[in-house]
Antibody, heavy 118, light 110 residues
């Protein structure tokens, strides 16, 4: 079945970097774009942007430029989100979600909790 | 891009019907039929419930339906069940070639 499996929770200090992985299975990885969505504690969903899995070209939403980088390793059907110069306000659950080709996101990864604390 | 506007909470008794609204502008909800709805239980990932305004993915109960009028989309859940208690989010494509979510609605089944 179509599935996205993300890497485990991370605890980082302010100023450090983190790289979250999202491994796809059950479909041709390069046929569907991948999106990233943030959910801060107790808050709603926030679209971070997407990456074209065919060309590797990323598009970042407002507020997610500079410290956020989307990348791919198509040989292992995996998308990555890297966040540098971490701040306390980056503490959140980060989800990858496949663009379903119908203006929607399905499926979603299980989420990766990134905690930034000194 | 501002978040779409949803009521913070709605409630209903088992067996009743409820409707959650999602209000945007002509640059998002009103301009495109790419409105989708997601259900999220506590500690879980969101699940697609409705796509392209009114289409249900395979496996989603027909108790869930979607519609749109002007700049406002709606999700209706009929025959409420205890398992429907969750947070619900709408999403829309925008004229900025971006996606935007609503602020979320907490559904309580009384």
């Amino acid at each position: 079945q179509v599935q996205l499996v993300q890497s485990g929770s991370e605890l980082k200090k302010p100023g450090a970097s983190v790289k979250v992985s999202c491994k796809a299975s059950g479909y041709t990885f390069t046929s569907y774009a991948m999106n990233w969505v943030r959910q801060a504690p107790g808050q709603g969903l926030e679209w971070m942007g997407w990456i074209n899995t065919n060309t590797g070209n990323p598009t970042y939403a407002q507020g997610f430029t500079g410290r956020f980088v989307f990348s791919l390793d198509t040989s292992v059907s995996t998308a990555y989100l890297q966040i540098s110069s971490l701040k306390a306000e980056d503490t959140a659950v980060y989800y990858c979600a496949r663009d379903n080709g119908s203006g929607s996101f399905h499926p979603w990864g299980q989420g990766t909790l990134v905690t930034v604390s000194s | 891009q501002s978040a779409l506007t949803q009521p913070a909470s709605v409630s209903g008794s088992p067996g009743q019907s409820i409707t959650i609204s999602c209000t945007g502008t002509s640059s998002d909800v009103g301009g495109y039929n790419y409105v989708s709805w997601y259900q999220q239980h506590p500690g879980k990932a969101p699940k697609l419930m409705i796509y392209e305004v009114s289409n249900r993915p395979s496996g989603v109960s027909n108790r869930f339906s979607g519609s749109k009028s002007g700049n406002t989309a709606s999700l209706t859940i009929s025959g409420l069940q205890a398992e429907d208690e969750a947070d619900y989010y709408c999403s829309s494509y925008t004229s900025s070639s971006a996606w935007v979510f609503g602020g979320g609605t907490k559904l309580t089944v009384l």
